[in-house]
């Protein structure tokens, strides 16, 4: 299977499966030198593990990671990062009674058509249990970005009908609730909208926002590889994402460019911009300001309801999904889009390093 591989000089490899032994990541391109234990990335993985709130699978997987090479006493020794997450509680007979049949809104159908062939307990390598290794990945750039001043802060900004109020949010928040929102009116007005939703046998979907800090100016590329296109590709790459905008997105289909345009403006001789509808990024590179971003999730395909479908054979028939899924992916998914931010940053600021001359015989020359 190709396509399991994302990045070009900080690259990331996924493998495993949700029922299988276990998923992991091999990380390449990793500086030397950076303080890595397991535990800096168990934090990252403990935000998206299930069994967390009553939005959640009740699967119950402690999702503990184990280092296997790229790390000596302590810190990181330039050699590639192998991952790895056993699965504990997998219940594959939960699945017997759709081998046959293709559930609506999964990859169960596409997956058998690309390959004549489909892992049916879960959804095999289009479960949502693949991003365990992104984002135990994610955890490593995440901590080199730190290092450099830069932070990336995702959170969920809609569930349903109910969005945080963009004009009064406190980051802080976000932690304080099994949603992740930083509004805790919004939390819980959405907690009641998915309570009601789950009594009626349905699920929902929601909104991810994205905020990174720090970045600096000119990195990225002006055509094919624009920064907003690598992240556009690492959150659209996500299991469930429809949807991608950055800056002002599509309401920039209604503005009109004295309005959408960001003015420059120096500020104690630093040049800045007045205003941030381009969300950070201008002509493919950033511009130092916030990166802002939002990824659309659909609802969980999963749900007890009766569906429509047809078996392999093409026979109609109806299906209700039962096992342990989400109502919402959104929560769980926060953590999964910092994650891929963080790899689609760190990878573009290593590729930056050598588009000027300038630069290299700085670095070389010391």
Known sequence: MSGSSFGTIFRISTWGETHGKGVGVVVDGCPAGLALSEEDIQLYLDRRKPGQSKFTTKRNEGDCVEILSGVFEGKTTGTPISLIVYNKDQRSKDYSAIAQVYRPGHADYTFDQKYGFRDYRGGGRSSGRETIARVAAGAIAAKILKEMGIEVFAYTEAIGPYSIDKSNWTPELRDTNSLYMPDTDAAEKSAAYLEEKMRQLDSCGGVVGCRVTGMPAGVGEPVFDKLSARLG???????????????????????????????????????????????????????????????????????ASTQKTVTRNGEETEISIHGRHDPIIVPRAVVVVECMTAITLLDSLLMNMTSRLDKIKDFYQK
Request: net charge negative.
């Open 233 to 303: 590709q690492a959150i659209l790459s996500i299991g469930a994402v429809k949807g991608f905008e950055i800056g002002d997105g599509f309401a920039v289909a209604q503005s009109v460019g004295s309005a959408n345009n960001d003015a420059f403006c120096n500020r104690d001789g630093a040049i800045v911009k007045e205003t941030n509808h381009s969300g950070g990024v201008l002509g493919g590179m950033s511009d130092g300001s916030e990166i802002f971003f939002r990824a659309a999730f659909k609802p969980t395909p999963s749900i």
